[in-house]
C-alpha cells in the first residue's frame, strides 16, 4: 500500500519538479540537484518543544496540524542534524562542506577544534589587554564566525554571459544562499591551499575567521577583488535580462 | 593482606598523630577556615572556589570545590607540566584550580596519618578514563611538596616503555638498556623540584663513572645529579643510583619520601622498543623500569608510594580495561600486592554543578544556551559526568 504510492509520488516527482521550477536558476542549464522527495513529503518536526506539549495546550490548529501529519508522508531526518540545544545550521553546513569523502566526524572534530582554538585566542587577547579594552573584545567562537562569515559575503557577482560567440563577465545580484555558499566556499578553499604542509586545518581556519571577523584577511580581499571586478564591468550590466 | 593493611592505617589514626606532625594551624588561619565553614557565602563564586589554598585543610566541608594553586608552586612542584589538557586550561586561565574530591581527600587522610617507621604503603588510584585519576595524583603531590617531603615523581612512566630513541646498552649490565634522553630530562625535572635536599643527602658510597670521574663517598647527591645532566651517557645510571641512596636513606627520618608514579602498568606491560635485532624488549631489559620497579616495592620505610594505573597511554590493552587486575596482569599485580585501591569515579551532582560553576565564572562557557538549565542537562547527558570528557565538550561551548 504505501510502496506503490511512493513509487507513484517518485515517478510524479520528475515531472512536477520539472513543472514546478519557473525561474531556472542558471539560464540554459537544467536543474542538477533532485530531491528524491515529491511535493506532498513533509519536512521532518525535529523540534523537541513540539512534542513535550500535553494534549490540553494544544490549539485547535495544532491539534488539526497533528491529526494530519499522521496520514502524511515525511521525510526521514538527515542523520546531521539533531535536536540539540546547541545546535547551529551554519556550522553544520560549513562542516558539510569541510567534509571529504563522507568522513563528518572528522569534519565535526576540525570544526570543534577550530571553534576551541578562536576562543582561547581571544582568552589570551583578553586577559593581556586593559581594562577598558576588555570590553570590545569579543569571545564567543558562535558570534566571531558568524560575524566572520557575513563579512565574506559579495554583495554582488560576476556571471559569465555568452553573447556573440564570446563570454563576457557580467555583474549579477547574487541570492543570499549564493552569498552564503560563497563566502563559507572561499574560507575553505584559502585555508586548504594557502597553508604551510604541516600546518593543520584548525590552526590555519580559526587565524582566517579572527581576521575575516576584523575585516582583514586573505578572504575578505578576494571579495574586495569580485567587487571591483564587477564595478569594472558595470558597462556590461544591460546584457542580463532577468 | 588488605585486612592487615587496614588495621596498620586504623592503628596510626587511633594514636592520633597527624594532628600533632603537622602542629595546630596559626590563630588567624584557623579563623579564616572557622568562618568558612560557618558562613557559606552565597555568593557565586564562593560555591565552586574555596579560598582554602593549603591541601594540609582540606576536609569535607572543601568537597566539590575548586582550590588554587599559586603559580610559582606550579613551576616548582610540577616542572615537567601538568596534564597537556589542564596546562592548556592553566594558561588559558591564567590560574590553576584544581577540585577537592573524595578520592584526593582519602589519601590525604591516610598520608597525614601514615607511621614513618612501618614500611611504605602503596595506594593505587585506579578508575575509568578521564575520571582525575592524574589530577588527584597532582593534588596528593602539591600536599606533600607544601609539608616538605622529597616528591620522587614520574609524570607518565609509558613514555619510558615506547617511541625512545637512541638507547645504549648499559655499561653497568651488559644485558639491559639505557635511555639518555628520557632520563636525562627526568633528571632536570628531579633537580627542580627537590633543590634543597640534593645539598643535604650524601652519597653512602663510591661511584665510579669511568677512568677520570667518580664521586666520593659523603658528597652530596647533587653531584651526582649534576654528572648524570652533563654526561648524558651516565644519566640513566645517575638515576639508578639517585633511586638507590634515597631507598636506603629514607629511614634514617631526615626526610620522608613520596614516590608518585602516573601510569605503573607500564611497568608490567610490553613495549613497543625493539633491540638492533628487531627483536621486542621486555621491560625488565630496561634498566630505568628495572630501577622504579625495586623502588615501588614496600621493603623501605620512611614515605608513602602513590601509584595511578593509566590506560591512555597503555600499550596493548583493550579501551575499556580499568581495573588493576586488566591493567597491571598477573605479574604487575604479584609486584603491588598488597596495596590499597582507591577508585576514581565520574563527579557527583554536586561536582558537576560546581565544575559547570566554575566554567562560568570564567566565563568559559560562551554560548548562550549553555547558560541555561536546557544546556547544563544537556552536557550532563553528553559527557555522562566524566570529568574529561565534559572538560572537551565546553571547549568549544
Redesign the interface.
Known amino acids: 500500500m504505501a510502496a506503490p504510492a511512493v513509487k507513484a509520488a517518485r515517478g510524479r516527482s520528475v515531472l512536477a519538479l520539472g513543472l514546478r521550477r519557473a525561474v531556472p536558476r542558471l539560464p540554459g542549464l537544467s536543474q542538477v540537484r533532485w530531491s528524491r522527495y515529491g511535493p506532498e513529503y513533509r519536512d521532518p518536526q525535529i523540534d523537541k518543544e513540539y512534542y513535550r506539549k500535553t494534549l490540553a495546550e494544544l490549539t485547535e490548529e495544532e491539534k488539526y496540524e497533528q491529526e494530519l501529519r499522521k496520514t502524511q508522508l515525511i521525510k526521514a531526518a538527515p542523520a546531521a542534524k539533531t535536536s540539540?540545544?546547541?545546535e547551529d545550521p551554519v556550522i553544520s553546513k560549513f562542516t558539510n562542506m569541510m567534509m571529504k569523502g563522507g568522513n563528518r566526524v572528522l569534519a565535526r572534530s576540525l570544526m570543534?577544534?577550530t571553534?576551541?582554538a578562536v576562543?582561547?585566542k581571544q582568552?589570551?587577547k583578553y586577559?593581556a589587554a586593559a581594562a577598558e579594552e576588555q570590553a570590545t573584545i569579543e569571545?564567543?567562537?558562535?558570534t566571531i564566525f558568524h560575524q566572520a562569515l557575513k563579512n565574506c559575503e559579495p554583495v554582488i557577482g560576476l556571471m559569465p554571459i555568452l553573447r556573440g560567440g564570446h563570454f563576457y563577465q557580467v555583474p549579477v545580484p547574487l541570492p543570499d544562499r549564493r552569498r552564503r555558499f560563497l563566502a563559507m566556499k572561499w574560507m575553505i578553499t584559502e585555508c586548504r591551499e594557502k597553508k604551510h604542509r604541516r600546518m593543520l586545518m584548525p590552526e590555519k581556519l580559526s587565524h582566517e575567521l579572527l581576521e575575516a571577523f576584523h575585516n582583514q584577511g586573505p578572504v575578505i580581499k578576494k571579495k574586495h577583488d569580485m567587487h571591483k571586478m564587477a564595478e569594472a564591468n558595470r558597462a556590461l550590466a544591460h546584457y542580463r535580462w532577468w | 593482606m588488605l585486612k592487615r593493611m587496614t588495621r596498620l592505617v586504623s592503628g596510626a589514626r587511633q594514636l592520633d598523630p597527624g594532628r600533632f606532625l603537622h602542629g595546630e594551624p596559626q590563630a588567624p588561619q584557623s579563623l579564616a577556615a572557622h568562618l568558612d565553614n560557618q558562613v557559606p557565602d552565597e555568593s557565586p563564586r564562593a560555591t565552586s572556589c574555596t579560598s582554602e589554598d593549603d591541601p594540609a585543610r582540606h576536609g569535607e566541608q572543601h568537597e566539590g570545590r575548586h582550590y588554587r594553586i599559586p603559580l610559582q608552586d606550579l613551576r616548582t612542584v610540577f616542572p615537567h607540566g601538568l596534564p597537556p589538557r589542564f596546562g592548556?586550561q592553566v594558561r588559558?586561565?591564567?590560574e590553576a584550580c584544581l577540585m577537592v574530591r573524595k578520592p584526593a581527600l582519602e589519601l590525604l587522610r591516610y598520608l597525614k596519618n601514615t607511621n614513618f617507621a612501618h614500611p611504605a604503603v602503596r595506594y593505587v588510584l585506579y578508575g575509568e578514563t578521564g575520571t582525575g585519576k592524574t589530577l588527584s595524583l597532582c593534588h596528593v603531590i602539591h600536599f606533600c611538596a607544601k609539608q616538605d617531603w622529597l616528591i620522587l615523581h614520574i609524570p607518565d612512566a609509558h613514555l619510558w616503555v615506547k617511541n625512545c630513541r637512541g638507547l645504549l646498552q648499559s655499561a653497568y649490565n651488559k644485558l639491559r638498556f639505557d635511555q639518555p634522553v628520557e632520563a636525562s630530562s627526568w633528571l632536570k625535572d628531579f633537580q627542580t623540584a627537590n633543590e634543597r635536599f640534593l645539598s643535604q643527602i650524601k652519597v653512602q658510597e663510591k661511584y665510579v663513572w669511568n677512568k677520570r670521574e667518580s664521586t666520593e663517598k659523603g658528597r652530596p647527591l647533587g653531584e651526582v645529579v649534576e654528572q648524570g645532566l652533563t654526561r648524558v651517557k651516565n644519566a640513566t645510571d645517575a638515576v639508578g643510583i639517585v633511586l638507590k641512596e634515597l631507598k636506603r636513606q629514607s629511614g634514617s627520618g631526615a626526610f620522608r619520601l613520596l614516590v608518585a608514579v602516573d601510569g605503573v602498568n607500564a611497568l608490567w606491560g610490553r613495549t613497543t622498543l625493539r633491540r638492533e635485532e628487531k627483536s621486542l624488549m621486555a621491560p625488565e631489559e630496561l634498566a630505568l623500569v628495572h630501577g622504579l620497579r625495586k623502588m615501588v616495592r614496600n621493603d623501605w620505610h620512611g614515605g608513602a608510594i602513590v601509584l595511578t594505573l593509566s590506560q591512555t597511554g597503555s600499550l596493548f590493552k583493550p579501551r575499556k580495561a580499568y581495573l588493576p587486575q586488566e591493567l597491571l596482569g598477573k605479574e604487575g599485580f604479584d609486584a603491588l600486592d598488597p596495596f590499597i585501591p582507591i577508585l576514581v569515579s565520574n563527579y557527583s551532582p554536586e561536582e558537576f554543578e560546581s565544575c559547570v560553576q566554575y566554567y562560568l565564572e570564567n566565563?568559559w562557557l560562551?554560548?548562550e544556551?549553555?547558560q541555561?538549565e536546557?544546556?547544563k542537562k544537556?552536557l550532563l547527558f553528553l559527557s555522562n559526568a566524566n570529568p574529561g570528557q565534559l572538560e572537551r565538550l565546553c571547549?568549544?561551548?
Do not use: D, I, W
Open positions: 540539540s540545544v546547541f570543534t577544534q571553534l576551541e576562543k582561547r582568552f589570551e586577559h569571545r564567543n567562537p558562535y | 592548556m588559558t586561565f591564567n566565563s560562551q554560548h544556551k549553555a541555561t536546557e544546556g544537556e571547549a568549544y561551548l
